[in-house]
């Protein structure tokens, strides 16, 4: 089937999304240069600064979380790419020009840690005060090289919530990483997105068919099966993160179910309901969840699911006040 897109030349469709995105939140970011989404007015000086990067095509990820209580710069690639080392380094440097440091965050998918990893040896060069925190939490990958999903926003608003009331860069790192390792996600497809530049499909799937384990981009699963019921995919997946994250009773959880584009709020919100009842029976605690579509992969259907076990200090750090184009607390 022929894409169907309201785009114009597909050479400037990352320019001019990232300048429609700046004039339909003008209170929240502006562009800097011609890639970086930042807060449009900056964290007083000497405020840790908290940075991201990725590929665009993926709205409202990563950029549509700039803002008060979550991050000051998202540095975007090209659609589904990374954005150049190069980038990255302007994007650092400006943002340690104003802060007490900065926390880069970085999703684990193979362009955006190389670029992320060459900045890096660039700015400590320059002795710039900066920490790098990978968040890799897909249970369908191989232990060690898990991709990053959803959870990346679970990390963007705690860390963020610490850097907004003043706590120093060892302090926000330590909160961001504890966020990072107490968190799973788990995705399913049942529908595949086109590439809007190319045109071409992702992947494919069969019309009576879905994939648990698909990646962001259309990695291959670790289960092809027959199309599920929201309450049997719902408990296929729960499970699969309880176990992997170990979740006892009592313990206390978020859940994020983000939809990848193409998947119906009715749809999640059925999903929901059989992780809460599912939860309940198993005597753990849904303290906070959060439903919508946060990080998409153009029209593809499917969800994601993340769980994550939290503490006091993590629940008051979710809770504090946010206000970015797309995640705002309370």
Same mark, same amino acid.
């Given at each position: ?17 990232? %300048? *429609? ?11 800097? *240069? @011609? ?27 990563? !950029? /549509?979380?700039?803002?008060? *209580?979550?991050?000051?710069?998202? +540095? ?23 802060? %007490?440091?900065?926390?880069? +965050? ?25 920490? $790098?925190?990978?968040? %890799?939490? #897909?249970?369908? !990958? !191989? ?12 990390? =963007?608003?705690?860390? *963020?919530?610490?850097?907004?009331? /003043? ?15 107490? $968190? ?23 019309? #009576?068919? $879905?994939?648990?384990? $698909? ?7 670790? /289960? ?17 993160? &309880? ?7 009592? %313990? ?11 998947? @119906?709020?009715?749809?999640? =919100? &059925? ?24 990080? @998409? ?34």
């Amino acid at each position: 089937m022929r894409m169907k897109k309201f785009i114009n030349d597909p050479r400037q469709l990352t320019a001019e999304l990232l %300048e *429609g995105f700046t004039l339909a939140f003008p209170r929240h970011v502006r562009l800097s *240069g @011609t890639s970086a989404i930042v807060r449009a007015t900056p964290k007083p000086a000497g405020m840790v600064r908290m940075v991201t990067l990725g590929g665009s095509g993926h709205e409202p990820g990563l !950029s /549509g979380f700039v803002g008060r *209580g979550m991050l000051d710069a998202s +540095i975007a690639g090209e659609i589904f790419a990374a954005p150049g080392a190069v980038k990255c380094i302007e994007a650092i440097r400006d943002a340690c020009a104003g802060g %007490e440091g900065t926390l880069l +965050i970085v999703l684990n998918h193979a362009g955006d840690v190389l670029a992320a990893n060459i900045a890096m040896q660039a700015v400590d060069r320059e002795g710039l005060n900066v920490k $790098m925190v990978l968040t %890799e939490e #897909d249970i369908s !990958s !191989s232990v060690g090289d898990r991709r990053g999903l959803v959870g990346c926003v679970a990390v =963007y608003k705690v860390a *963020g919530a610490a850097a907004e009331a /003043g706590a120093s860069l060892e302090r926000c790192f330590e909160v961001a990483q504890r966020m990072a390792g107490n $968190m799973r996600t788990l995705a399913v497809a049942v529908r595949t997105a086109t590439n809007p530049v190319t045109g071409q499909p992702i992947f494919e799937l069969g019309e #009576d068919e $879905m994939e648990i384990g $698909m990646g962001q981009h259309g990695e291959a699963g670790t /289960g092809r099966m027959r199309l599920k019921s929201a309450n049997q995919t719902a408990e296929i997946m729960l499970d699969q993160l &309880l176990t992997d994250l170990a979740v006892s009773a009592d %313990e206390e959880v978020l859940v994020i179910l983000n939809g990848a584009g193409a998947t @119906t709020l009715m749809e999640l =919100y &059925l999903v929901f309901r059989r992780v809460a009842q599912a939860l309940e029976a198993k005597s753990i605690r849904l303290v906070r969840s959060a439903i919508g579509e946060f990080i @998409t992969t153009q029209e593809q259907a499917g969800f994601q699911m993340m769980i994550a076990r939290m503490d006091k200090e993590l629940i008051e750090l979710w809770d504090a006040p946010a206000d970015t184009p797309f995640f705002k607390m309370p």
